[in-house]
T-cell receptor, first 116, second 114 residues
């Protein structure tokens, strides 16, 4: 089945700095890659996603890049703010022909702390 | 507001007992998937229901079972509870058998097994 590895497990930055979280996946048939933000005791909330036919997507301070050849994708947050502090999860959804068809596999999470 | 609601929000059970968790999907969504999130871990896929049929399952034993009803709401049942079943159980709804589009998560049901 699909395996998604996420790094780093913790990330501490100063307010205004950039933060980068990286994920790799194993199933080359995966075709959808969402990123979720989860605050303590809350549900995961989608912050940005990218499909396999796109290399980069940006939404204000958040961007995601995808390298299908290398099977890795990254989340970039610029001008970080204390309210960005949360746990971030990457995920990959298996595509047709793969062993994880339609299934969303999550990374282990990154605890981001933004210091004022 | 995502519209996915789960009940109960918290519950405590003892080993060997059975539990049923419930989920109402967002209006118009015909697909419900269930995830187990242990403390400090990412959500793990349990199974998915599309139009009342299970159409995908993760690496969970048969004592984890489910149902989807004609109104697309769903239940997760866990028999013979074990201590390791303590976790946040998340329900997510989507369209199209989970093959396309965003998943909308509920707030979860936090299960503690003593």
């Amino acid at each position: 089945g699909e395996n998604v590895e996420q790094h780093p497990s913790t990330l501490s930055v100063q307010e205004g700095d950039s933060a980068v979280i990286k994920c790799t996946y194993s199933d080359s048939a995966s075709n959808y890659f969402p990123w979720y933000k989860q605050e303590l005791g809350k549900r995961p909330q989608l912050i940005i996603d990218i499909r396999s036919n796109v290399g980069e997507k940006k939404d204000q301070r958040i961007a995601v890049t995808l390298n299908k050849t290398a099977k890795h994708f990254s989340l970039h947050i610029t001008e970080t703010q204390p309210e960005d502090s949360a746990v971030y999860f990457c995920a990959a959804r298996g595509g047709a022909g793969g062993t994880s068809y339609g299934k969303l596999t999550f990374g282990q999470g990154t605890i981001l702390t933004v210091h004022p | 507001e995502t519209g996915v609601t789960q009940s109960p929000t918290h519950l405590i059970k003892t080993r060997g007992q059975q539990v049923t968790l419930r989920c109402s999907s967002q209006s118009g969504h015909n697909t419900v998937s269930w995830y187990q999130q242990a403390l400090g871990q990412g959500p793990q896929f349990i199974f998915q229901y599309y139009r009342e049929e299970e159409n995908g399952r993760g690496n969970f034993p048969p004592r984890f079972s489910g149902l989807q009803f004609p109104n697309y709401s769903s239940e997760l049942n866990v028999n013979a509870l074990e201590l390791d079943d303590s976790a946040l159980y998340l329900c997510a709804s989507s369209l199209g058998g989970g093959l396309d589009g965003e998943l909308f998560f509920g707030e979860g049901s936090r299960l503690t097994v003593l």
